[in-house]
Each structure stands twice: as structure tokens, then as C-alpha cells.
């Protein structure tokens, strides 16, 4: 199958430059998460497991992008008067080390954001039962990812990354990370709202988790836009694919990031009052005293928010299920 668009030399120039636009907005935001991570939090209780997956998030963007800027520069510099047919042909030659090293990095950061979502769908819904579906549908991005990736490099580096063999696992893989990501991120959203709707009746906290399910809901919905224009540019064998293709990278990296920090905001807006507030007298008034919250607990009951006889002078510490 003839691929139509724009040629592969332009593409990959193209895809590269936007990739280092989004990749810059990604570091910001690497940044503001470790911050939110850490802020006013001590060592023992900085969540490590998140932590380490927001480190290899950007370690996986910054490897991507830099294998990007590599093959840019051989394609269109190194070897462009050495490669038998040119530019063009290069970046179409898919046995080269550099393009099965960036799709295989880009099938790890799907699997591992996407494990991420499941697993937090798992602790806020404490069911098993509830991530049956998602996992399945994960299990099947891994092993449609790893035969993409496996039979591409297997190719003479004449076939064409539209021709059916090759095809057939490729349009397989991305409708499934599709169904992954909305599956997982709609039962997260979902279970918040719920609890958030069944304990406003009693909550004493000033403040709401809406904030949290809205900013999951734009980063499912972002990322999905990107799958669903990805896969009808591939079904249409348009080389706009490989544009988008690079861009996911550094988008997953934005859509895992935005939702931390949104939780750090809505954490670190949050105070405690006289059922579940820290106060104490000073001159006849009652003088709020804020909390830094390091971790939240979600709940269906009044204890999820404080309310108890916690009373004294100190930052308190819960856990957010979907934060860890």
C-alpha cells in the first residue's frame, strides 16, 4: 500500500519540532511534579513508587527525543548524500537501530502510563473484580505492541509501514491502548465522583475532589484524541502518523503529569476545621491553622476527611489511593 501526505523526510523534520515543543511544556511540568511530591513533605513521606514512575516518564521522553534528533541529523545531514535513495528512503528503512529504539521506547511509556492508571483504578475501587476488563485490554496492548515492534524489524527495509503484514498489528495495538486508557481513566473517574457525592452530606473539609475527576477526565480525553486522529491518519496510510506518533510521547508524559498536580493544588488548599480543621484559641478566636497535606485518604466515610479527634499542632498525613 502507497503511503499518501507529506514525504518521510519532511515528517520526521516536522515531527521532531513539534515533539521538542511539547517535550519543553513536559520538563516544566516534570518539574512541578516533583515539587508537588516533595513540597513541605519529608523524606519518609514522599510517595516513592510515584515518584519513580514520573522519573522514567521523562527519562523515556528525553531517551525518545534524543533518538529523534539523531536520526534527523544522520538522515538529513550524515548520510544524505551516502544513503542509497536519500533522505526519504532512510527514514523509511526499517531495519535501522534507532527507529525499532524509539517505537520500542514509545510501546514501554504506553504500557507503564497505562499500568498506572489500572492501578490506581485498583486501590481506589479495592476490587479486583473492577480492572479485570483494563487489564485484559493491557495484556493485549503488550503482546500487539511487541509483534508490531518484532515484525517490523524483521522487515528488508523496502516493505512499506502500511503494508498488511505489517499492518495488521499496528491497527490492532492502538484501538486496544485506546480502550485501555478510557476504560481504566472512566472507572477512576467514576469512583471519585462517587465518593465525592456520597460524603458532601457530612464533609467538613473546605473544598471538593471535582477538580481532580475534571483534570483526569482532559488528560483521558486529551490522550485519546491524539490515538483516535493516530489511528484514522494510519488507517488512511497518511504519513501525518508519524507526526503524531512522536508527539504522543511527551503528551503521555503532560496527561500522567497534570493530574499530580492537580492533586498537589487541591491538597494544598485544603484546611481543616472544627470537626476535622486544627484550630486553637488566641484572643477569644478561633485562629484556623493550615495543614500541608503530603498525602489524602479517599473514603466513603467521615474519617477520609479528618473528622475526628485529631487535635494537635502538627501537619497531618493521609494517602491518595489514586497517588500511589
Same mark, same amino acid.
Given at each position: 500500500?502507497?503511503?499518501?501526505?507529506? *514525504?518521510?523526510d519532511?515528517?520526521?523534520?516536522?515531527?521532531?519540532?513539534?515533539?521538542?515543543?511539547?517535550?519543553g511544556?513536559?520538563?516544566?511540568?516534570f518539574m512541578?511534579?516533583?515539587?508537588?511530591?516533595?513540597?513541605?513533605?519529608?523524606?519518609?513521606?514522599?510517595n516513592? *513508587?510515584?515518584t519513580?514512575?514520573?522519573?522514567?516518564?521523562?527519562t523515556?521522553?528525553t531517551?525518545?527525543? =534524543?533518538?529523534?534528533? +539523531?536520526?534527523?541529523?544522520?538522515?538529513?545531514v550524515k548520510?544524505? #548524500?551516502?544513503?542509497?535513495?536519500? *533522505?526519504?528512503?532512510?527514514?523509511?528503512d526499517? !531495519?535501522?537501530?534507532?527507529?525499532? !529504539?524509539?517505537?520500542?521506547?514509545?510501546l514501554?511509556?504506553?504500557l507503564?502510563?497505562?499500568?498506572?492508571?489500572?492501578?490506581?483504578?485498583?486501590?481506589?475501587?479495592?476490587?479486583?473484580?473492577v480492572?479485570? +476488563?483494563?487489564?485484559?485490554?493491557?495484556?493485549?496492548?503488550?503482546?500487539?505492541?511487541?509483534?508490531?515492534?518484532?515484525?517490523?524489524?524483521?522487515?528488508? @527495509?523496502?516493505?512499506?509501514?502500511?503494508?498488511?503484514?505489517?499492518?495488521?498489528? +499496528?491497527?490492532a495495538f492502538?484501538?486496544? !491502548?485506546l480502550?485501555?486508557?478510557l476504560?481504566?481513566?472512566?472507572l477512576?473517574a467514576?469512583?471519585?465522583?462517587?465518593?465525592?457525592?456520597? =460524603?458532601?452530606?457530612?464533609r !467538613?473539609?473546605?473544598?471538593?475532589?471535582?477538580?481532580? $475527576?475534571r483534570?483526569? $477526565? #482532559?488528560?483521558a480525553?486529551l490522550?485519546?484524541?491524539v490515538l $483516535?486522529t493516530l489511528?484514522?491518519?494510519f488507517?488512511?496510510?497518511?504519513?501525518?502518523?508519524?507526526?503524531?506518533? #512522536?508527539m504522543a510521547?511527551?503528551?503521555?508524559?503532560?496527561?500522567?503529569?497534570?493530574v499530580?498536580?492537580r492533586?498537589?493544588?487541591?491538597? &494544598?488548599?485544603?484546611?481543616?476545621?472544627? @470537626?476535622?480543621i486544627? @484550630?486553637?484559641?488566641? &484572643? @477569644?478566636?478561633?485562629? *484556623?491553622?493550615?495543614?500541608?497535606?503530603?498525602?489524602?485518604?479517599?473514603?466513603d466515610g467521615?474519617?477520609?476527611?479528618?473528622?475526628?479527634?485529631?487535635?494537635?499542632?502538627r501537619p497531618?498525613?493521609?494517602r491518595?489511593?489514586? #497517588?500511589?
Amino acid at each position: 500500500m502507497t503511503s499518501s501526505g507529506i *514525504p518521510l523526510d519532511a515528517a520526521n523534520l516536522l515531527s521532531t519540532s513539534l515533539e521538542g515543543i511539547l517535550y519543553g511544556f513536559s520538563v516544566l511540568m516534570f518539574m512541578g511534579t516533583i515539587w508537588a511530591l516533595t513540597y513541605k513533605c519529608q523524606l519518609q513521606d514522599v510517595n516513592r *513508587p510515584i515518584t519513580v514512575v514520573a522519573i522514567l516518564l521523562f527519562t523515556m521522553s528525553t531517551a525518545h527525543i =534524543i533518538v529523534d534528533i +539523531i536520526r534527523i541529523e544522520d538522515g538529513l545531514v550524515k548520510h544524505r #548524500d551516502t544513503f542509497p535513495g536519500g *533522505p526519504t528512503s532512510y527514514f523509511g528503512d526499517f !531495519t535501522l537501530k534507532t527507529y525499532a !529504539t524509539k517505537h520500542a521506547l514509545y510501546l514501554l511509556q504506553t504500557l507503564l502510563a497505562d499500568g498506572v492508571v489500572i492501578y490506581r483504578s485498583y486501590v481506589v475501587w479495592q476490587s479486583i473484580r473492577v480492572i479485570i +476488563i483494563p487489564s485484559m485490554l493491557w495484556c493485549g496492548v503488550a503482546v500487539t505492541g511487541v509483534f508490531a515492534n518484532y515484525s517490523i524489524s524483521q522487515t528488508s @527495509g523496502s516493505e512499506d509501514i502500511f503494508a498488511k503484514e505489517l499492518a495488521q498489528w +499496528i491497527t490492532a495495538f492502538l484501538p486496544l !491502548t485506546l480502550a485501555t486508557n478510557l476504560s481504566s481513566s472512566g472507572l477512576l473517574a467514576y469512583r471519585i465522583w462517587m465518593i465525592e457525592r456520597n =460524603i458532601s452530606a457530612v464533609r !467538613t473539609m473546605k473544598g471538593t475532589m471535582m477538580p481532580i $475527576v475534571r483534570v483526569l $477526565v #482532559d488528560a483521558a480525553v486529551l490522550y485519546s484524541v491524539v490515538l $483516535v486522529t493516530l489511528l484514522i491518519c494510519f488507517l488512511c496510510s497518511n504519513n501525518g502518523e508519524l507526526v503524531l506518533l #512522536d508527539m504522543a510521547m511527551p503528551i503521555i508524559s503532560i496527561a500522567f503529569y497534570m493530574v499530580l498536580i492537580r492533586i498537589a493544588i487541591n491538597r &494544598q488548599t485544603t484546611y481543616l476545621s472544627t @470537626g476535622g480543621i486544627i @484550630g486553637e484559641m488566641e &484572643q @477569644g478566636k478561633l485562629r *484556623p491553622l493550615e495543614v500541608h497535606i503530603c498525602q489524602l485518604t479517599l473514603d466513603d466515610g467521615p474519617s477520609a476527611y479528618g473528622i475526628g479527634n485529631e487535635a494537635e499542632d502538627r501537619p497531618l498525613t493521609y494517602r491518595v489511593p489514586f #497517588d500511589v
